[in-house]
Structure formats: C-alpha cells, structure tokens
C-alpha cells in the first residue's frame, strides 16, 4: 500500500473528526434501541428455541433410531457406531440449544437495532431522521419470529428429508464396513495427535499472536487514515473503528480457535491410521498436522514460509504431494519466487458494493421469484392445477409438482438459456449472467453450481430438438415415475429408448438438486408465500369457481400434453375436432 499524500491525510483526518459527533449519536440512539428491544426479542427467540427443541426432541430420537436400523448403506458394526453418536449428538443438542437460544436473542435483539440505525443513514436512504428512530424496532421483533420460524422448517421439515433420504437409500455396491482390527491402532493414533496438537498448537498460537495484534493494528490504522477497505462507506466507519478497539479480543479468538482446531486436527489421525491400515502413518500425520499449522499461520500473518518443525509422510500414494514434505493447497504462498512475482492484493473498493455482489441469498430470492412469474404462467396454462397447490399446502409429499418440479423446471430454463448462448456461466432472466469469476463464494454454492454446470454441457452435446425440450421440460415438472407420468407427458415420435432415458435422467439430477435446495434455511418459508401466490392465482383464474377435482385436473394436464405433442408433429388445425381433452384444455385456456 502507498502512503497517501499530507493533503489527503488532513483532508481524511478531518472528514473523520467531523463524521465523529454524528457517529456517537447514532451509536447512542441504536444502543437506547438495542437495551429496549433485547429483552423482548431474546424472550420470543428463547421461548420459542426451546420449545421446539424440546417438543421435537423425542421424535427426533426415535426416528434418528428407526432410519439408522433401516439404512442400508452401513453395516452392523457402522450401524451400531452411529447409534451412539447420534446419541451423544441429541444430548448435546439439548444442552447447548437451550442456552444457545438465550444468547442468540440476546445477541440479536441487541445488535440489530444498532446495525439498522446505522442502516438507516446509508445512501439511497429518503426521510433519515424519522429512519434512524423507526428502522430496527419492529423490524427486530418480527425477525425474531421469522428466526425461529425457519429453526422450525429445518428441525422438521429439513430433518425428516434428510432422514428419509437415510433409510430409502439404497447402496451401489455392498453396504459399508469398518474394518474392526485398524480400530485398536486408529484410537492410539487419535490419543497421540490430540495431546501432541493440542499442546504444539497451543504454543504457536501463543508465540504467534503479538504479530497477528500489531500487523492487524497497523493494516487497520492505514485503512482509516486512507479511508480504504472497511472505511469507505460511511455505514461502515463505526463497525470498522470498533474492530479497531476490539481488535485486541479478535486476536484472542483466533488463539482459542487454534486451540480448539488442534482438537479435530489430532483426531484425524485416527482416520489416516484407518485408511492407510498403519499405526505409523497416524503418528506421522500427527507430527506433520503441527507443520501444516505453523506453515498456514504464517501465510496468513505475511512471515516467513516454511517451518521449522518436520513434514513426515503420511500417505502410502506416492502422487499424494500433501502427505509429505510437498507444498500445500496454496503452493503459490509457500513458494518464494511466487511470491516475489505475485501482485498486491486488490483492496475492496466498496464495501457496500461487495456486499450487495451475488450472494446464495440473492441467488435464492431469484430462484423464487422466477417460479413466482413462470408459475403463475403454468397455473393460467393449466399445468399446475389446484391439486398440486392443495398437497404441497397440506404438507403432503404428492406430486412435489410445486416443492420440487417447479425450481428444476427454472433452473431448467436457465441452463437451456445458457447452452443456447454458448454461455461460460448461467444466464438468468433478466440476462444477468454468472461466471466463475463473479458467483458467491460459497462452498454450499459451489455444492449445486458445479454440477449444473456439468449438466448445461451435457445438454448442449445432446442438441435437444425443439419438441425434445418440451418434452424434457415436462418431465422436470412432473416429478414422479416415468411410468406414472405418460398422460402427462407430450408424446414426441422422435424420442427413441436412449433419448427417453437420457431426458428421465436430466430430470432425476435436477429434482434432486432442487429437492437438496428446499432444505436450505427459509427456503420453507419462501415456498408458502409461493403457493399462496399461486393459490390466489389460480382462483383468479377461475373466476372464483369451486376448484377442480382430480380427475378434472388429470383431463386438463392431459389435453395440454396433447396440444404440446400434435404441435410437435404439426397437427395443431384439428385440435377442437378431434380431441375432446384438448377441446377442455382450450376452454381452460380461454379467458
């Protein structure tokens, strides 16, 4: 970083004894708020938590129980091992989620009416007197109970997901196994690492933490004076003068939190024993773990590479650069040279703008207002009927034609948007377009970009037809069995045995990562405000009628799969003559 001229300096120190004053009345008036609402959003966070933990904890108990029994991806001995680790899991649970929920209403009722005052003032913002005593009052309360709403979703409706998942299963080859006779020399491996790690890491992270507390003071100190970083935005200067002041307790976290990592870390050797069926391997990935770590602190610190304390092999593969005295995943920070010829890191340029980039919540909020619009499309085509509406309402599993078919059936339309465009990323909607370079950086994003990323090529290499699309469209839509969804489907001459199954596995794939999604947290909550729209759609419509019924909505979807499929064919002319479900899918249709 350059030191920045004697002008700007002046000019930087006196904006920032004049944002002073302002600073300490928003401070003053967020913490009023923060005193005044804490109590009241920790009481509904913390009734609330708790009830949910302890009513559901039961049940979760039994079934966590029944679906291990059941699965049949492990075996006996594997089975037996996850039983008491569930068991010690759900003790946990109950202990620290009760407590837990205490301080995270505290935490919450406090900061956030202090992060909204500050809100309140930030750029774009219209009447920001009356906003600074409005902005983080209500909005605290009702996101008190939006918190424990979505606590409910995950605890019920994401938990018995995943359970399902569990014991539905099944196995490609034979169930897993352990290997009883590597336990013996796993657990010394596991005993040997920990105390060694624990005690190596604890001495690095205290030698170390001086460093971490001055070069921390002094990058800090150099933003504020060049009003970079952190200091750009002016929402942003008391949160980033407070790190100032609280850098001290930062630092201190990062010591424990070493410590606690050597607790994992030295454990795992019990794992590498077991792979590697060698008690030396273990011992050696333990002596190794304390070089890893004093290597990693000082990249991260900007020291010295390398380290003093050896790197042993660990790993039989002799490819396995990692498992002795090689580079880590970051060569480029351990080696030298690279370092020499390596450019600065690029500041953030806004603060705000970085945070407002794309993000998995932003991602989320469009995914849902894509079904919204392409929703209401199908529900007025008569695709989406009444009873899929009333079956996701209940709760039911049914056809998962809204909770499941319909996000693939976006998603769908995006990565044909993007295979059409010879896009290197995902084209959504409105023709914003993701990239590697651009998309959040998030492992859970990365968990589904990647592999629609796959699945864009894979359906650019298939050059589907026109028809073909349709057709696939349909079957992402209509989650269910092939056999159960040939009235819904469109009928295209075309499809030969290979397409048919080439299209049923697109399908899969994307209800299964649409199905992955609808565990995340508020995506239940997302979901409802989804079907009340589309409910209300749909009764409007109808023109208020009495919804149609089952067989009803069968005719209907099967005209509509009619007319997609003599539109294939180009035997659109006769459709009123000669098909009398089509003739109701018309009518429908009509306004």
Known sequence: MEPPSSSRLWASLWTFIKFLPYFCGLFILGLIKGILLCPWACLIMAIGISALILGLWPMHLIWTYYCII???MVGPVVKLLLLVAATVILILWLIVGIPGSVLAGLLYGFLAP???????????????????FVDGTWSTITGSCTVVRDLK?????????????????TPCGKPYEIRLLDIPGALLSAACGLILDVIMFTLIAIYKCPVMLFKGWKRLIQDLIGREGPFLETACVPFAGLAILLWPFAVLGAVLASILSSIPLGLFGAVVAYQESSVVMGLSYAVSSVSIFDEYTNDVLDMAPGSCFPRLKYRKQKNEDSSHGGQLSKPGSFDKENQEGKKPLNRVTSFKNSMDEFN???MLDHLFAECKRQGEVLVNEGVITMKDI?????????????NVGLPAYVILNALLRSAKSNSNGLILSDGTEITSDNRPKSTLFDWFFDPLM?????????NFTEEEEECLKMRVLMVGEPSNLKVTLPHVPSLNERKKAEIDAFARRLQGIT???????TSKRRFDVLVKSLLSELERTMGGSAPVNGSQALRLRGGIARM?????????????????EAQVARKALTP
């Open 70 to 72: 059941r699965t049949r």
């Open 114 to 132: 202090i992060m909204a005052t500050f809100d309140a003032v930030g750029e774009g913002k219209e009447n920001t007197f009356v906003h600074c």
């Open 153 to 169: 979703d995950m605890l019920f409706h994401s938990y018995f997901s995943i359970m399902d998942d569990l014991r539905l299963q």
């Open 360 to 362: 998995p919540f932003k």
């Open 390 to 402: 009333q079956e996701t309402k209940s709760g039911k599993v049914g056809s998962g034609v809204l």
């Open 454 to 462: 796959i699945i864009k090529e894979q359906i650019k290499a298939e």
């Open 515 to 521: 199905k992955s999604i609808s565990r995340y947290p």
């Open 564 to 580: 997609l499929s003599q539109k294939s064919v180009g035997k659109t002319a006769n459709i009123m003559d000669e098909d009398p």
